[in-house]
């Protein structure tokens, strides 16, 4: 015990920034989600279907991205300054390939938008919007390279503050474009995509003027860093892309349901994407830790300090997330009420933020273990993983609960929540395997 306290509060540290940056993220969703709902429910159905295809894209970078902090963690804890600030150099060009890459995507969604059976009125009104926030992943995806980078070598605080500013100014922005306040013209929901674009580009500019006061950038292009990116990144990305890739399978099933359950699925997802940031942050910070802790014990077997790092901030995480499963099985009227005025959506929004009160828990095991496996670089296993327990688990669960068996968008919900139990209870296990001792850990990365 006093060593898993001990290990915790320097994971805690790090985390503390890493987590406020990563609510500042959801809060811009949030924030977006609360300005939206008082043009119209209709909007807020939009909103929804954007969110998440966004979001599935955003994820993915997200763990497309990952391997940049992994990979310089582990050389700031060796000492190795330029391979660092090399990591951050190849990581902006992966960021900005994938970044194009994803705006393709989602320019083919907007082409074959029909093909989602949504409401006719929802396809009808969210083109604008869909497309701002989509040009939104450019700059998102390189402040999160950046971020990535300033999170390895000591420095979490920066890229935290500058979300902040990021959520102030979106906040801001979304005032005066959707109601045209200040001589703006009124833009409805196109204006929140406005908004959202100004405020993300402003980020990365922020950043960059941060980073050019102090970094050394090399010259020297080298493929194999961008080959390993790749290798430890796609897998990471896979992963995410299984998970947020049901949640997206889950909306539209949820589309076809009608346009209420739609806005309350944005709802009580927008809800649970924000206490997930919690152990998501502490899933970050767990995986650089373990990395930096593999590059400075590089001749020793640290297995011990390793299990210790990723047990304490699994445990740290379950408690957090029973304090918000808590919250939302019991104030979930009050929760959905902030958002909309339709007492159709607030009703079921309610039925929606019990489910997830339920998988809070499984969300911040598998996160948090998924993370500590990626500061080990072992990927591909969980990889796997993640594919059974939501597409060969969950997803067929969800929709035999939810259309087989007529429960409806609860049943959706409740499907989601069986395969995040399967996922957490396997992750768990496979770093406690790995961990045990040095052998195994070599033969899984190997």
């Known amino acids: 015990m006093s060593s898993l306290i001990k290990e915790l509060k320097p994971t805690l540290a790090l985390a503390l920034p890493m987590v406020l940056g990563q609510i500042g993220q959801m809060l811009i969703s949030i924030t977006d989600a609360a300005f939206i709902g008082r043009i119209g429910t209709t909007e807020l159905a939009a909103a929804a279907f954007t969110n998440g295809i966004y979001g599935l894209s955003y994820v993915v970078g997200i763990g497309l991205l990952s391997p940049i902090g992994i990979f310089a963690a582990r050389d700031h804890g060796a000492a190795d300054h330029a391979g660092v600030a090399a990591w951050l150099l190849h990581g902006r060009a992966l960021a900005l390939a994938y970044a194009l890459l994803a705006c393709i995507v989602m320019a083919l969604v907007l082409i074959f938008i029909q093909q989602f059976s949504l409401p006719q009125e929802v396809v009808n009104t969210l083109a604008a919007f869909f497309v701002l926030h ?10 999160q390279a950046q971020r990535q980078y300033l999170d390895a070598i000591g420095q979490p605080w920066v890229g935290s503050i500058i979300i902040y500013v990021n959520v102030a100014l979106n906040a801001l922005l979304n005032w005066l474009f959707i109601w045209g306040h200040w001589g703006v013209p009124a ?61 997206i399978a889950a909306m539209i099933m949820l589309g076809w349901l009608g346009t209420v359950p739609l806005a309350a699925h944005q709802i009580a997802l927008t809800c649970a994407s924000f206490s997930f940031m919690f152990p998501l942050g502490i899933a970050m910070a767990a995986g650089i830790r373990i990395s930096r802790t593999r ?21 740290c995480g379950t408690a957090i997330m029973l304090l918000f499963a808590l919250t939302f099985a019991f104030a979930g009227t009050y929760i959905a009420a902030a958002f909309t005025p339709d007492v159709a959506v607030i009703e079921m929004s309610v039925k929606l933020l019990f489910i997830a009160a339920v998988f809070q828990l499984f969300d911040g095991i598998q996160v948090i273990a998924i993370g500590a496996l990626r500061g080990l670089t072992d990927v ?19 929709y035999l609960l939810g259309f087989t068996f007529n429960v409806g968008a609860t049943g959706v919900w409740s499907g989601l929540a069986i395969g995040l139990a399967f996922a957490a209870v396997l992750l768990l296990w496979r770093f406690v395997a790995l961990t045990r001792t040095n052998a195994a850990l070599e033969h899984a990365v190997s």
């Open 134 to 143: 989509g040009l939104s992943i450019i700059p998102a995806m390189q402040f």
């Open 295 to 315: 590059g400075e014990m590089m001749n020793q077997d640290a297995n011990a300090v390793l299990r210790v790092i990723g047990v304490g901030a699994i445990a």
């Open 187 to 247: 833009m409805g929901l196109a204006g929140s995509g406005v908004a959202t674009l100004i405020a993300r580009s402003v980020s990365v500019i922020l950043i960059e003027l941060w980073l050019r006061k102090g970094t050394h950038m090399p010259t020297a292009w080298r493929m194999q860093r961008v080959r390993e990116l790749v290798q430890l990144g796609v897998p990471a990305a896979g992963s995410l892309l299984f998970e947020s890739g049901i949640i």
């Open 380 to 398: 591909r296993v969980p990889t796997l993983i993640t594919f059974c327990a939501y597409w060969l688990i969950g997803f067929p669960a969800a």
